[in-house]
């Protein structure tokens, strides 16, 4: 086999890098763009987040079908990293409530499936170069993605609050255009080209047989798209109630993302390990129970310097949902990888269409610490949905006889 004379990992990990700085530097403030900034009652950003929620999970679930039957996975990346160059270029050119609409309803939805479709790619060239590493390298590029979140939130935070808010688009918009310059090298050298061959369809079976799940799965992806929706929700809401309620800044915002992601990168390590012990589903319902325990405390408080303490618990809910979430998920139609992994995507956009759908409906009102109360309660109802659907998997993990 040819070797590449890229350094391949070196540049997944600077993909990722950026990857995670297309979503830090602007996830924290979407709200406070669209609704302070831009002036959009909290119905009509909500429906526009869901909007583009109902875009992507056609184009998810596309994209993933096909990424398994191309050729080349590279150029799906590269075309979804370009989406979001235009995407949020737009906003930061054209700052209005129609370019917000349009970047955010139309085209995100291409530029969201970048980081599922880099997760594909990845985990299939490793599968292929380093098969008994793709999965401990998933995981690590994971954790360069949760780099970025550390670094990036604090930074945006101080450059919106001391220049311009829409700054953080333009970053987002640069890092976008790294992601797709790593594939555009990519693409220049054959010997990164890399796919496995699908599974072949039983004689007479029906295309729905490609989605086949094993039993239980549909109640896992349901309760994270719950628990998930209630991260989204509590993201949506968390800004504004810093700023709004707790008297906090645009800097505190930033604070608030960056010591988040400061304690899920260790939190990853720890739940690496604890994958070789016990169960995913265990894990994941467990995180849906800490979630609710950090929101539920959080929408209680009435200075924020406090909430910064509370903020381990954040971190290690997050990092289970967000990193236990992938192997969960990229294991449920076997011998699929493209397929499966669109269906993280599924996830983000299901969640995204909740926890959107929730805030235009509980936060119009202005009362964040209602909605809060009521974001802790849904993660609850999302752990308790991962639990109830799957309990004869959880626990230890079963020992395998010799």
Not at 279 to 302: D, H, N, P, R
Not at 361 to 368: E, R
Not at 391 to 401: D, E
């Amino acid at each position: 086999m040819a070797q590449t004379r890229l350094p391949v990992t070196a540049m997944l990990g600077t993909s990722m890098f950026f990857s995670g700085v297309t979503y830090a530097a602007t996830m924290p403030y979407a709200s406070l763009v669209g609704v302070d900034t831009l002036g959009m009652s909290p119905g009509f950003f909500a429906a526009v987040m869901s909007t583009g929620a109902i875009v992507g999970t056609f184009v998810s679930l596309g994209l993933g079908f096909l990424s398994d039957k191309v050729r080349d996975r590279r150029l799906l990346v590269l075309l979804t990293a370009l989406s979001g160059v235009l995407a949020h270029g737009l906003i930061y050119l054209f700052p209005s409530q129609l370019s917000f609409a349009i970047a955010m309803a139309l085209i995100m939805p291409f530029a969201g499936a970048s980081y599922g479709q880099s997760f594909g790619y990845l985990r299939v060239y490793y599968l292929k170069h380093l098969p008994a590493r793709a999965d401990f390298m998933v995981t690590a590029m994971r954790t360069v993605f949760t780099v970025a979140w550390i670094v990036v939130p604090p930074l945006a935070g101080w450059i919106a609050a001391e220049y311009d808010i829409f700054d953080v688009y333009l970053a987002s918009t640069l890092g976008y255009a790294v992601v797709a310059g790593v594939f555009a090298l990519f693409l220049a050298d054959p010997t990164t080209a890399v796919q496995i061959p699908v599974p072949p369809r039983a004689e007479g079976a029906s295309l729905l047989s490609v989605f086949a799940l094993r039993p239980g799965i549909l109640a896992g992806l349901a309760g994270l798209v719950i628990m998930t929706g209630s991260l989204r929700l509590m993201n949506l809401t968390m800004s504004l109630f810093i700023v709004g309620v707790l008297g906090g800044s645009l800097a505190d915002v930033g604070l608030y993302a960056g010591i988040t992601a400061a304690t899920e990168a260790p939190f990853m390590l720890l739940l690496a390990w604890l994958t070789t012990r016990v169960t995913k589903e265990t894990l994941l319902a467990c995180a849906g129970l800490v979630v609710a325990l950090f929101i539920g405390l959080a929408s209680q408080l009435t200075n924020v310097n406090v909430l910064f303490w509370l903020l381990f618990l954040n971190g290690l809910g997050t990092a289970a949902l967000m990193s236990v979430n992938i192997s969960y998920v990229q294991d449920a139609i076997k011998g699929r990888v493209g397929l499966s992994t669109s269906l993280m995507d599924l996830v983000a956009i299901g969640a995204n269409l909740l926890g959107a759908g929730a805030f235009g409906l509980l936060a119009s009102s202005g009362d964040y610490r209602t909605t809060l109360i009521i974001a802790a309660a849904i993660a609850v109802v999302g752990a308790a949905t991962m639990a109830i659907g799957n309990l004869p998997r959880l626990g230890r993990l079963k020992a395998v006889a010799a």
